[in-house]
């Protein structure tokens, strides 16, 4: 019998409109021994389309990851296509998995075929998600981005406009640009998959499945193998002694998260 998964999906803004969506869409995703649960933060901006919307998230976002572990959660996914804080997220838990959406999705898709397009909302996010598309090591693969002109907010007021919008930039990215694989480069894009996919004829990687179907692959390989986050460099857990003598639980709000 295999062992229990259990993975937090956050959504890293201070509303839960999405949640129930987000959560039904991977309950139809999941595994059968997968336990999922879907969050949001209490407070904050709405989205994290502007760089400083994404640093007042982080505080209140790293301390819910390191709870989820200390309360025996198998592994988080930090749902925004930006990856915030998915460094730190990883140097502060102990064996717990986390991912994050562009990461696992510039992944798959650099397997599934030899270049890949990315569909933002919007120009404005492109700068930061390049330099992830480089740090990532997927530069040479990346065929193009092409923007919507929509915000987050925007995608699913009207859906079948932005369905026929998606269309318009990723058949442009397949004929124009040479993409054999199309990310859509927003977790508030999910649910437009299927319909692309069959249209285009070529892989349409969904940026909520993919960091959760691969949050469910690494705890299996974590479990069965014991291949977890290496703590010897990058990602070497800062010092309890440190936290304790410089009372930062204190200063910053987050008691008991690390306890011994």
Known sequence: MSEKKRILFINPVGHNSWDQFILDYLNSAKEEDTEVEVVSLKRGPHHLEYHYYEALVSWDLLN???KAEKEGYDAAVIGCFYDPFLREAREICSKMVV?????????????????????VGRRKWIPAMRRNVLQYGHGKKLAS?????????????????????????AKKAVKEDGAEVIVLGCTVQFGFYRKLQESLGVPVIDVVLAPFKHAEFLVSLRNRFGWYTSKIGGYETPSVREIKEWALEEQYGMRGLWED
């Open 64 to 66: 819910l990851i390191k």
């Open 99 to 119: 991912t994050a959406p562009a990461e696992s999705s510039l992944h798959i898709a650099s397997v599934l075929g030899d270049s890949f397009s990315i569909i």
């Open 145 to 169: 981005f092409r923007s919507l002109d929509l915000g987050v907010l925007e995608f699913h007021a009207d859906e079948k406009f932005t369905e026929n919008r998606l269309k318009e930039e």
